[in-house]
């Protein structure tokens, strides 16, 4: 059975850093894409980024372009989110999810991604 498990969420100052990890276990093979989602209070989930085995292989959403970067260890079977320069607008519990590649068109939408996690909560303050 394939699981996700995401951890490194926690509150921080704005400007500082966080990194998160998922743990990816069951996998039989590689799924064609893996991403980090988001969901603050009251709001959509929203596509952090994401990252895929086919080129060009990684896409970021333009609120955390040049901030936050996706990243991945094979040996590990762990992805990666490094975030940086947080924003109290970072707030939101984020999601690890797994599922086939449908191209770069929808890297962001939700629905394409089979394989959740969790989730682990970020809390960014003033």
């Known amino acids: 059975q394939v699981q996700l498990v995401e951890s490194g969420g926690g509150s921080v100052q704005a400007g500082g850093s966080l990194r998160l990890s998922c743990a990816a276990s069951?996998?039989?093979?590689?799924?064609?894409?893996m991403a980090w989602f988001r969901q603050a209070s009251g709001k959509e989930r929203e596509g952090v980024a994401a990252l895929t085995y086919y080129e060009p292989n990684t896409f970021y959403g333009d609120s955390v372009k040049g901030r936050f970067t996706i990243s991945q260890d094979s040996a590990k079977n762990t992805l990666y989110l490094q975030m940086n320069s947080l924003k109290p607008e970072d707030t939101a519990m984020y999601y690890c999810?797994?599922?086939?590649?449908?191209?770069?068109?929808?890297?962001?939408?939700?629905?394409?991604?089979?394989?959740w996690g969790q989730g682990t909560q970020v809390t960014v303050s003033s």
């Open positions: 999810a797994s599922g086939p590649w449908y191209g770069g068109r929808w890297w962001a939408d939700w629905r394409k991604y089979n394989t």
């Open positions: 069951g996998y039989t093979y590689s799924p064609g894409a």
